[in-house]
């Protein structure tokens, strides 16, 4: 038997080791890549956010103070705060009191101070702002901008600038954000392409083995609904993770900076308040799940029993099963009812932890106001309403990140079922050092074949024994389809024999080359028998054949009248999914893909389509030509071409029931008899029983 490579299945057994989804998309890609052009431009929305919170606050101050200056300050005061605003604003009256030097109280403690200078003014802009900001460490940034930008020293015009200023901001954030989801997507994009290059590859290796069908639409489910699934939650998954982490924390910032102690005593509650929701929707999801699962399970156990009516009757077991039916009845009413019980207790459950987390919030806002109305010198009411903000938007930003390990699971759970697949290893490989094949010419013969089909655990081949004699045409039948199938697919190792083996001339085919082997025995079938491209391009089938090569093989295989009437002859494209092209049409045609190549064994499975009598006459007269000379065995589906082969080898139950031409058998083979009745007596159904 062939020897895999050993590199190979290390490879494969230390990939399954790892993690579906981190197989697919490990951490360290969404720091290269078209991620990591995200993660730039997820830093880059932070600050915007940061600055878009600065601004509003900004805005908030000038909505409040509306410009307006109203403060009794010390001459020190007074002179700074003319600095601040580059111009004159004390009174003329007071101008002697402000130059007066610094009073100190303990120097003079007989003297009294001297007396407060008014500033009033109106319409001045950020100026209340820059004033009550003065001692932040962002103060200086505001006063330099309130010295340098003249429409900020006005209210409406610094009204107007914040706004432009916000709405620029917000469009730039937006702006970035679309580039970080553009990245997201693309790096997604990418993962899903990889992974359909590698469920191309890995149908390459396992589509050849699929005998049922089932492989091939396992893979194109994976290949299409799967991939396609893991693609979004993929783009989901690296949105969020580049983008709200970043967001969290510059939020987090804004609120420290707004006021440290207040952050400190909003932080716990918050948190506390976070983890009682989170605790109670996943409590209350679990009891719906564990009761829905219980109910489902019963209620599916008194469903089968609606399919035992037959075997209850016959042997006389209607009381018992009628116990037995109306226990597991009440057994899904009780899970149901503790399911009701379940929401309903969850419900209320959910009422009062939003009714504490409402509790906690009001008091802790009620603290805040309190803290405000005492003319707190560290705490504003725009710097109260920005706050609040920062912690509405961390909440918010917080419950949207903490669905990342969801979407990473449900990721994950797809990329199980994708790395399922691809982590099979093909039955069928080169054997190590594989000899040249010659092509058939004495005798092809299986000894002792057994195979059991891979999906279904079906055996279809039980030491099958067959000689076939080069030069000869046969036609392979089956009781079940898959046997004789099965049976002409191991010839060319399109399956790998669970013991036996396949000899042509002496040789051993499993230790053959596989090019040598299947470039001298074809298996032609109709079934996804259209490449995209030309017809040309179709029987070339990527080999090296010239125009009158390709044009003798066609009309061999009497496909050229039909593609010369097509608009653009063998230049035709075609398209495998949108063609013109009939089921004989297309059965020509892969005839003369097989046909240039002149090969020495010919399997050809007719298709199942109804044929017009033109494409019969027409298939006769191939045959009588590429037969000739040739071993070519038919997986029948006319009689025409069961009475014109040498011999019919019948399978059945895994093994040659019987074998011989059509006129001997039809005489002396029941189940050949049998088999002939089934498939070709257009009056088969009037003896069927009525169902």
Same mark, same amino acid.
């Given at each position: 038997?062939?020897?895999?490579?050993?590199?190979?299945?290390?490879?494969?057994?230390?990939?399954?080791?790892?993690?579906?989804?981190?197989?697919?998309?490990?951490?360290?890609?969404?720091?290269?890549?078209?991620?990591?052009?995200?993660?730039?431009?997820?830093?880059?929305?932070?600050?915007?956010?940061?600055?878009?919170?600065?601004?509003?606050?900004?805005?908030?101050?000038?909505?409040?103070?509306?410009?307006?200056?109203?403060?009794?300050?010390?001459?020190?005061?007074?002179?700074?705060?003319?600095?601040?605003?580059?111009?004159?604003?004390?009174?003329?009256?007071?101008?002697?009191?402000?130059?007066?030097?610094?009073?100190?109280?303990?120097?003079?403690?007989s003297a009294s101070p001297p007396p407060l200078i008014p500033i009033i003014r109106d319409d001045?802009?950020?100026?209340?702002?820059?004033?009550?900001?003065?001692?932040?460490?962002?103060?200086?940034?505001?006063?330099?901008?309130?010295?340098?930008?003249?429409?900020?020293?006005?209210?409406?015009?610094?009204?107007?600038?914040?706004?432009?200023?916000?709405?620029?901001?917000?469009?730039?954030?937006?702006?970035?954000?679309?580039?970080?989801?553009?990245?997201?997507?693309?790096?997604?994009?990418?993962?899903?392409?990889?992974?359909?290059?590698?469920?191309?590859?890995?149908?390459?290796?396992?589509?050849?083995?699929?005998?049922?069908?089932?492989?091939?639409?396992?893979?194109?489910?994976?290949?299409?609904?799967?991939?396609?699934?893991?693609?979004?939650?993929?783009?989901?998954?690296?949105?969020?993770? %580049?983008? #709200?982490?970043?967001? *969290? +924390?510059?939020?987090?910032? @804004?609120?420290? $900076? =707004?006021?440290?102690?207040?952050?400190?005593?909003?932080?716990?509650?918050?948190?506390?308040?976070?983890?009682?929701?989170?605790?109670?929707?996943?409590?209350?999801?679990?009891?719906?799940?564990?009761?829905?699962?219980?109910?489902?399970?019963?209620?599916?156990?008194?469903?089968?029993?609606?399919?035992?009516?037959?075997?209850?009757?016959?042997?006389?077991?209607?009381?018992?099963?009628?116990?037995?039916?109306?226990?597991?009845?009440?057994?899904?009413?009780?899970?149901?009812?503790?399911?009701?019980?379940?929401?309903?207790?969850?419900?209320?459950?959910?009422?009062?932890?939003?009714?504490?987390?409402?509790?906690?919030?009001?008091?802790?806002?009620?603290?805040?106001?309190?803290?405000?109305?005492?003319?707190?010198?560290? %705490?504003? #009411?725009?710097?109260? *309403? +920005?706050?609040?903000?920062? @912690?509405?938007? $961390? =909440?918010?930003?917080?419950?949207?990140?903490?669905?990342?390990?969801?979407?990473?699971?449900?990721?994950?759970?797809?990329?199980?079922?994708?790395?399922?697949?691809?982590?099979?290893?093909?039955?069928?490989?080169?054997?190590?050092?594989?000899?040249?094949?010659?092509?058939?010419?004495?005798?092809?013969?299986?000894?002792?074949?057994?195979?059991?089909?891979?999906?279904?655990?079906?055996?279809?081949?039980?030491?099958?024994?067959?000689?076939?004699?080069?030069?000869?045409?046969?036609?392979?039948?089956?009781?079940?389809?898959?046997?004789?199938?099965?049976?002409?697919?191991?010839?060319?190792?399109?399956?790998?024999?669970?013991?036996?083996?396949?000899?042509?001339?002496?040789?051993?085919?499993?230790?053959?080359?596989?090019?040598?082997?299947?470039?001298?025995?074809?298996?032609?079938?109709?079934?996804?028998?259209?490449?995209?491209?030309?017809?040309?391009?179709?029987?070339?089938?990527?080999?090296?054949?010239?125009?009158?090569?390709?044009?003798?093989?066609?009309?061999?295989?009497?496909?050229?009248?039909?593609?010369?009437?097509?608009?653009?002859?063998?230049?035709?494209?075609?398209?495998?999914?949108?063609?013109?092209?009939?089921?004989?049409?297309?059965?020509?045609?892969?005839?003369a893909r097989a046909l240039v190549r002149r090969p020495a064994l010919l399997i050809l499975e007719?298709?199942?389509?109804?044929?017009?009598?033109?494409?019969?006459?027409?298939?006769?007269?191939?045959?009588?030509?590429?037969?000739?000379?040739?071993?070519?065995?038919?997986?029948?589906?006319?009689?025409?071409?069961?009475?014109?082969?040498?011999?019919?080898?019948?399978?059945?139950?895994?093994?040659?029931?019987?074998?011989?031409?059509?006129?001997?058998?039809?005489?002396?083979?029941?189940?050949?008899?049998?088999?002939?009745?089934?498939?070709?007596?257009?009056?088969?159904?009037?003896?069927?029983?009525?169902?």
């Open positions: 038997m062939p020897i895999l490579n050993f590199q190979f299945k290390s490879t494969i057994l230390s990939n399954a080791a790892q993690r579906p989804f981190d197989r697919a998309f490990a951490n360290r890609d969404l720091f290269r890549g078209a991620a990591r052009v995200g993660l730039f431009w997820s830093i880059a929305s932070a600050l915007l956010t940061l600055s878009l919170f600065a601004v509003a606050g900004l805005i908030l101050g000038l909505c409040i103070h509306h410009g307006v200056v109203s403060l009794e300050l010390t001459g020190a005061d007074a002179r700074r705060i003319e600095k601040l605003a580059n111009e004159r604003l004390v009174p003329p009256e007071f101008k002697a009191i402000a130059d007066l030097p610094p009073f100190d109280m303990q120097a003079n403690p001045t802009g950020l100026l209340p702002t820059v004033w009550n900001r003065r001692d932040r460490w962002y103060g200086p940034l505001i006063a330099w901008a309130y010295q340098n930008i003249p429409t900020l020293q006005a209210t409406v015009p610094a009204l107007v600038t914040l706004l432009l200023l916000g709405a620029v901001l917000t469009l730039l954030r937006m702006g970035c954000i679309g580039q970080v989801k553009r990245s997201a997507r693309r790096a997604a994009l990418e993962m899903s392409a990889q992974l359909r290059r590698n469920i191309y590859r890995s149908n390459l290796r396992l589509g050849v083995e699929d005998l049922e069908g089932h492989t091939t639409e396992r893979a194109q489910k994976l290949f299409v609904t799967e991939t396609e699934a893991f693609q979004n939650h993929l783009f989901e998954y690296i949105d969020r993770t %580049l983008r #709200l982490p970043a967001e *969290l +924390v510059v939020i987090f910032v @804004v609120a420290l $900076l =707004i006021n440290p102690l207040l952050t400190i005593e909003w932080l716990p509650p918050v948190i506390l308040c976070w983890y009682l929701l989170f605790q109670g929707n996943a409590r209350a999801l679990a009891a719906r799940r564990l009761a829905a699962d219980r109910g489902n399970h019963e209620l599916q156990v008194l469903a089968d029993s609606l399919g035992r009516s037959r075997l209850i009757r016959s042997y006389g077991l209607e009381q018992a099963e009628q116990e037995l039916f109306h226990d597991h009845l009440e057994q899904y009413t009780r899970n149901m009812k503790l399911k009701a019980r379940a929401q309903d207790d969850t419900l209320w459950l959910r009422i009062f932890v939003y009714m504490a987390v409402v509790a906690v919030m009001v008091f802790l806002l009620f603290i805040t106001l309190v803290q405000l109305a005492t003319d707190s010198p560290h %705490l504003s #009411l725009s710097e109260v *309403l +920005v706050f609040l903000a920062a @912690v509405v938007a $961390l =909440i918010f930003t917080a419950r949207e990140l903490m669905r990342v390990p969801r979407i990473r699971q449900e990721a994950s759970d797809i990329a199980t079922r994708l790395f399922q697949y691809l982590d099979q290893i093909p039955q069928v490989s080169q054997a190590v050092g594989a000899r040249f094949l010659n092509p058939l010419a004495k005798r092809l013969q299986i000894e002792q074949a057994s195979f059991t089909a891979p999906q279904s655990g079906r055996p279809l081949l039980d030491k099958l024994d067959l000689i076939i004699d080069a030069n000869h045409t046969y036609a392979l039948v089956g009781i079940e389809p898959h046997e004789a199938r099965a049976a002409v697919m191991a010839i060319p190792r399109f399956i790998e024999l669970k013991s036996g083996r396949v000899l042509i001339d002496g040789e051993d085919v499993a230790w053959a080359t596989l090019e040598s082997l299947r470039s001298e025995i074809i298996f032609v079938t109709a079934q996804a028998a259209i490449f995209p491209g030309t017809i040309l391009d179709n029987i070339r089938a990527g080999g090296e054949f010239t125009l009158q090569q390709c044009t003798d093989a066609a009309k061999e295989a009497h496909a050229h009248q039909f593609i010369v009437g097509l608009l653009n002859g063998y230049e035709t494209v075609l398209d495998p999914r949108d063609h013109q092209l009939n089921e004989g049409q297309i059965f020509q045609l892969a005839l007719e298709p199942v389509a109804a044929l017009d009598d033109d494409t019969k006459a027409l298939l006769e007269d191939t045959y009588d030509r590429i037969t000739p000379g040739r071993t070519v065995i038919f997986l029948p589906q006319r009689l025409a071409t069961l009475k014109r082969v040498d011999e019919i080898i019948v399978v059945g139950h895994g093994r040659v029931e019987a074998q011989g031409p059509h006129s001997i058998l039809v005489k002396d083979s029941p189940i050949y008899r049998h088999w002939e009745y089934l498939r070709f007596n257009e009056f088969r159904h009037l003896s069927e029983p009525s169902r």
